[in-house]
């Protein structure tokens, strides 16, 4: 099995406490990507292991994935893993650093992925709908951190 990797960044105008206390909320993520809700399963404070579902839409189809922290180093490091239908183990991580008064945040997303999808993967999932849709919620992300901040 192939795996494939690609990398998100954005420059966001909060300190990195800020933005890894955004982003390691689960919870929060529907705030900056469209159609998706999260749900904790694992009461208490975030930590690794624990446990949330989630419910999203591509391609207008609903899909159900289950969600498990594998990384948590406040402030630079957040990671989770979504066991997806299709798509088996992604991996997404966030590595956050000081930059210029605020933060860079680098999301990077692995997939794992079979000859066949492959072909998909680079021709049509890629180019029409990974890369737009992550951009653009790394967009939301950056502006949704920022009015958090400006209104909190």
């Known amino acids: 099995?192939?795996?494939?990797?690609?990398?998100?960044?954005?420059?966001?105008?909060?300190?990195?406490?800020?933005?890894?206390?955004y982003i390691s909320d689960l919870t929060?993520?529907?705030?900056?990507?469209?159609?998706?809700?999260?749900?904790?399963?694992?009461?208490?404070?975030?930590q690794v292991g624990s446990e949330y579902i989630s419910w999203g839409r591509?391609?207008?189809?609903?899909r159900k994935n289950d969600l498990?922290?594998?990384?948590?180093?406040?402030?630079?490091?957040?990671?989770?893993?979504?066991?997806?239908p299709d798509f088996k183990d992604v991996v997404h991580e966030f590595k956050i650093s000081p930059?210029?008064?605020g933060s860079l945040v680098e999301r990077t997303v692995t997939v794992p992925i079979t000859p066949i999808m492959e072909f998909l993967w680079q021709w049509v999932i890629w180019p029409l709908i990974n890369r737009p849709e992550n951009n653009r919620s790394m967009a939301a992300l950056k502006s949704q951190l920022e009015r958090v901040v400006e209104h909190p």
């Open 99 to 101: 930059q210029d008064g």
């Open 1 to 21: 099995m192939k795996i494939v990797t690609a990398t998100y960044r954005a420059s966001i105008n909060v300190k990195p406490e800020t933005a890894f206390a």
């Open 58 to 62: 591509t391609l207008y189809e609903k």
């Open 28 to 46: 929060r993520h529907g705030e900056w990507n469209d159609h998706l809700s999260v749900e904790s399963l694992t009461p208490g404070t975030i």
């Open 68 to 84: 498990k922290v594998t990384a948590y180093q406040s402030p630079t490091y957040f990671a989770f893993m979504a066991q997806d």
